[in-house]
C-alpha cells in the first residue's frame, strides 16, 4: 500500500493557477492507477482527474482544458496543474492511488477567492 502526501493547495484569486503534487512511498508506484478528487464543504467527494499506469486521462467535464493530471514514475509523484481557477473549484482536493489495495492522502486546501 502506498502512502500518499499531497502539497501546493493555497489561496489564488480567480482566473489564478496552483500546481497541487502527491508524493507516493512505496513499491510499484508506476503500476497505480491515481486519481484526484476533491471535496467541498456539505458536498461529496468527487473525481477531478484520473491517470492510469499507462497514462491514458480521464477528467471530470467541470475540470476539463483548465486541469491537467500527469506523473512522474522516476519521482513517484503525480501533479494536478490548475488553470483559469474559479470559486467554485475551492475544496480539500485529495490524491488516490488504486491497484491492488487503495489509498488517501490527507488532503490540501485550495481556496479561490477575490
Known amino acids: 500500500q502506498l502512502k500518499l502526501v499531497e502539497s501546493g493547495g493555497g489561496v489564488v484569486q480567480p482566473g489564478g493557477s496552483l500546481r497541487l503534487s502527491c508524493a507516493a512511498s512505496?513499491?510499484?508506484?508506476?503500476?497505480?492507477?491515481m486519481g484526484w478528487y476533491r471535496q467541498a464543504p456539505g458536498e461529496q467527494r468527487e473525481l477531478v482527474a484520473g491517470?492510469?499506469?499507462?497514462?491514458?486521462?480521464n477528467y471530470a467535464d467541470s475540470v476539463k482544458g483548465r486541469f491537467t493530471i500527469s506523473r512522474d514514475n522516476a519521482k513517484n509523484t503525480v501533479y494536478l496543474q490548475m488553470n483559469s481557477l474559479k470559486p467554485e473549484d475551492t475544496a480539500v482536493y485529495y490524491c488516490?492511488?488504486?491497484?491492488?489495495?487503495?489509498?488517501w492522502g490527507q488532503g490540501t486546501q485550495v481556496t479561490v477567492s477575490s
Open positions: 512505496g513499491r510499484f508506484f508506476s503500476l497505480y492507477a
Open positions: 491517470i492510469s499506469s499507462g497514462g491514458v486521462t
Open positions: 488516490n492511488a488504486r491497484w491492488m489495495s487503495t489509498s
